[in-house]
Nanobody
Framework: QVVLVESGGGLVQAGGSLRVSCAASGGTFNDYTMAWFRQAPGKEREFVTAISWSGGSLYADSVKGRFIISRDNVKNTVYLQMNSLKPEDTAVYYC???????????????????WGQGTQVTVSS
């Protein structure tokens, strides 16, 4: 299984931008669909976005047009660029990986094989 480590979280004002990263090791990165989930206090973890090994991507409606997922298959890293941040984007953001799959199950956190430790993103109003 691939091991995932997130970085780059922090505090930002509403309307600002932030980029979080997830570095993968211990597996064949190119085989994995990579995703970001988030969990706000008192809420269930929710799907944010995912990117396939070939670069196809999907977004939750709540972040579409504001967030951009990308991956660097040489650096074994996936990025989440967050723009026009809102206080409701405040959450712990988790990176996740699922091997050789791109389909309806990518929206379900239970389907993912590997998870990072999470990074806190706080958006102040």
């Amino acid at each position: 299984q691939v091991v995932l480590v997130e970085s780059g979280g922090g505090l930002v004002q509403a309307g600002g931008s932030l980029r979080v990263s997830c570095a993968a090791s211990g597996g064949t990165f190119n085989d994995y669909t990579m995703a970001w989930f988030r969990q706000a206090p008192g809420k269930e973890r929710e799907f944010v976005t995912a990117i396939s090994w070939s670069g196809g991507s999907l977004y939750a409606d709540s972040v579409k047009g504001r967030f951009i997922i990308s991956r660097d298959n040489v650096k074994n890293t996936v990025y989440l660029q967050m723009n026009s941040l809102k206080p409701e984007d405040t959450a712990v953001y988790y990176c996740a990986a699922i091997r050789l799959y791109w389909g309806y199950r990518i929206f379900r956190d239970s389907e993912y094989e590997s998870w990072g430790q999470g990074t806190q993103v706080t958006v102040s109003s």
